[in-house]
Structure formats: C-alpha cells, structure tokens
Nanobody, 128 residues
Framework: QVQLVESGGGLVQAGGSLRLSCAASGRTFSNYAMAWFRQAPGKDREFVAAVSWIGSNRYSADYADSVKGRSTISRVNAKNTLYLQMNRMKPEDTAVYYC??????????????????WGQGTQVTVSS
C-alpha cells in the first residue's frame, strides 16, 4: 500500500504563491508517474500537472493549460516527496488539491481513473 499526504494549502491573495507538498510512503517507486489534481465545489476533479519518468533519472512534466506557465511540478525522490509550486494565483485556482500515484510505467495520464493511490487533499483558497 501507498500513503500520500498533502500539505501546504491555505489562504492566499490573488497574485500570490503557494507550494504544495505530497509525502509518499509505503511501496512507492521513483519511476512511477505522479500527478496533482484539483476539485472545486460542484465541479469534477481535474488534472493540474504530472511528472513522468522518461529514463536515465530524467523526468518530463505536463501541465493543464489553466496553470501552464505559472506552475512547476517537481519531485525529490530521496525524500519521496512531490511538489507543486503555484505562482500568480487566481481565484479560479480555489479547490482541494490532491496528489496521486499511478503504479504503471510510462507517461503520466491526465485522467483521474488511471491513478491507483490518492492523498486526502489540501484546501487552497485564493481571495480576490
């Protein structure tokens, strides 16, 4: 089993920044894809960003158009931790943010159904 625990959420003003963290424990592996999703009230869970192992200790990152250019996903395997740095935040970024792990090798999926393990979520609120 894998346990994922998010932290770093909170209240931030529009234009501000937050860094979310996701600590993984259990049977996790640095080659698995990991991702961030978010869910706003009354809306479906949506893809935010993902990081995929592409071999030789290299990773690729993918972003939703809504956060591209102002967000960075990263992972520190020695700490079993995934990060999401979000800058120039907007009120529409308000949501519960979840990290997820897909225990298949290959490019990360943008579909939540493809992920095997999820954290409990951390609330992010951006005030206007």
């Amino acid at each position: 089993q894998v346990q994922l625990v998010e932290s770093g959420g909170g209240l931030v003003q529009a234009g501000g920044s937050l860094r979310l963290s996701c600590a993984a424990s259990g049977r996790t592996f640095s080659n698995y894809a990991m991702a961030w999703f978010r869910q706003a009230p009354g809306k479906d869970r949506e893809f935010v960003a993902a990081v995929s192992w592409i071999g030789s200790n290299r990773y690729s990152a993918d972003y939703a158009d809504s956060v591209k250019g102002r967000s960075t996903i990263s992972r520190v395997n020695a700490k079993n931790t995934l990060y999401l740095q979000m800058n120039r935040m907007k009120p529409e970024d308000t949501a519960v943010y979840y990290c997820a792990e897909d225990q298949r090798f290959g490019k990360a999926s943008v579909y939540s159904d493809d992920y095997d393990f999820w954290g409990q979520g951390t609330q992010v609120t951006v005030s206007s």
